[in-house]
């Protein structure tokens, strides 16, 4: 694994900074004066907590479109690592904890991922863990189950890299499946309970797929259940 260094960190902390002056600020400007009453204290709490994580939204999407993540391989000390390290310092603190948090409601993660670069077709949700959400695109009417994951990045050693995971429409994710970086899921397959889906595997529209590792276990035929 590889060292955040003290100018990723810096980095990070002047956007935190600038978020929590922006996002503060902005609160107290519109209701700062205003007569709330007994509950001042939580209405203004609540509205500055919003407002944080909706700069944190912007600024994050704007770093990335800025100085772009792009998918492959990282070498070390590029400015890709670099780019990186400040990213997943957003993911981590800012993030992550209310996505494993599992206390948002299932449509509000939905925005919640889109928000973050997730590609989700219409009445697509997850109840999993999406990682590195720009690196992965779920097709329209799929479901990712309670607790399964999605995890499109390589972190062996030192080794460290993307490779998008690709999910068509009407697919299945089971509970608790891992799916691995460099998947691609054809259009109305389903992926069994508990099954992990290695690197680089390509499953098949209508196919069914499971175990550890997961392999084809039998084909879909038209009109049968899921």
């Known amino acids: 694994m590889r060292q955040i260094t003290s100018s990723q960190i810096l980095t990070f902390l002047l956007l935190l900074a600038l978020i929590l002056v922006?996002?503060?600020?902005t609160i107290w400007l519109l209701f700062g004066a205003l007569p709330l009453g007994d509950f001042r204290g939580v209405v203004l709490t609540g509205a500055a907590l919003l407002s944080v994580y909706l700069y944190a939204f912007a600024v994050y999407r704007l770093f990335l479109h800025i100085m772009p993540l792009r998918?492959?391989?990282?070498?070390?000390?590029?400015e890709q690592e670099f780019i990186y390290h400040v990213y997943i310092l957003f993911y981590l603190i800012l993030f992550y904890p209310i996505i494993r948090s599992g206390?948002?409601?299932?449509?509000?993660?939905?925005?919640?991922?889109?928000?973050?670069?997730?590609?989700?077709?219409?009445?697509?949700?997850?109840?999993?863990?999406?990682?590195?959400?720009p690196f992965v695109q779920v097709g329209a009417n799929s479901v990712i189950g309670q607790s399964a994951l999605l995890i499109p990045h390589v972190i062996e050693g030192k080794r460290l890299a993307h490779y998008p995971i690709r999910i068509g429409d009407g697919v299945t994710i089971g509970a608790h499946a891992v799916v691995l970086p460099n998947v691609t899921i054809g259009d109305n397959a389903i992926v069994a309970t508990g099954a992990v889906v290695t690197k680089g595997t390509r499953i098949g529209a209508n196919e069914i797929w499971g175990g550890i590792p997961a392999k084809l276990?039998?084909?879909?035929?038209?009109?049968e259940a899921a």
């Open 103 to 133: 206390l948002m409601p299932t449509p509000l993660m939905r925005m919640f991922y889109l928000a973050l670069g997730t590609r989700l077709g219409s009445n697509t949700y997850c109840q999993g863990i999406i990682h590195d959400p």
């Open 71 to 78: 998918d492959g391989e990282i070498d070390e000390g590029s």
């Open 217 to 223: 276990l039998k084909r879909r035929t038209t009109g």
């Open 22 to 25: 922006l996002g503060i600020g």
